[in-house]
């Protein structure tokens, strides 16, 4: 069974930056695909990143692509999402997921098997 536990959310002006990590332990974090997605109030679960599991290959979303970016250290087991330039709409519950099935850096939240609890972010105008 693999525990996730996301930390690093918070409060923060438009443009302004955070880091989200998330540390993983009982499983071995460095077979797994790992993902972030955010939940806005009112809608539905959306992906924002990917990470393989050798770090080599990463997706994002759209609406992030060259504002955040997805790393991973698997010394630590931990996955990060360094968030530049936030907007108000980057408001929202990020949580890290972890998938074992082999989906190469999918978008899909049904493939992860592992959810985090999640962190709140809350951007101001």
């Known amino acids: 069974q693999v525990q996730l536990v996301e930390s690093g959310g918070g409060l923060v002006q438009t443009g302004g930056s955070l880091r989200l990590s998330c540390a993983a332990s009982?499983?071995?974090?460095?077979?797994?695909?790992m993902g972030w997605f955010r939940q806005a109030p009112e809608k539905e679960r959306e992906f924002v990143a990917a990470?393989?599991?050798?770090?080599?290959?990463?997706v994002y979303a759209d609406p992030v692509k060259g504002r955040f970016t997805i790393s991973r250290d698997n010394t630590k087991n931990t996955v990060y999402l360094q968030m530049n330039s936030l907007k108000p709409e980057d408001t929202a519950v990020y949580y890290c997921?972890?998938?074992?099935?082999?989906?190469?850096?999918?978008?899909?939240?049904?493939?992860?098997?592992?959810w985090g609890q999640g962190t709140q972010v809350t951007v101001s105008s």
């Open positions: 997921a972890a998938q074992t099935g082999g989906f190469l850096l999918s978008r899909r939240p049904n493939d992860y098997n592992y």
């Open positions: 009982g499983g071995t974090f460095s077979g797994y695909d």
């Open positions: 990470i393989s599991w050798s770090g080599r290959g990463t």
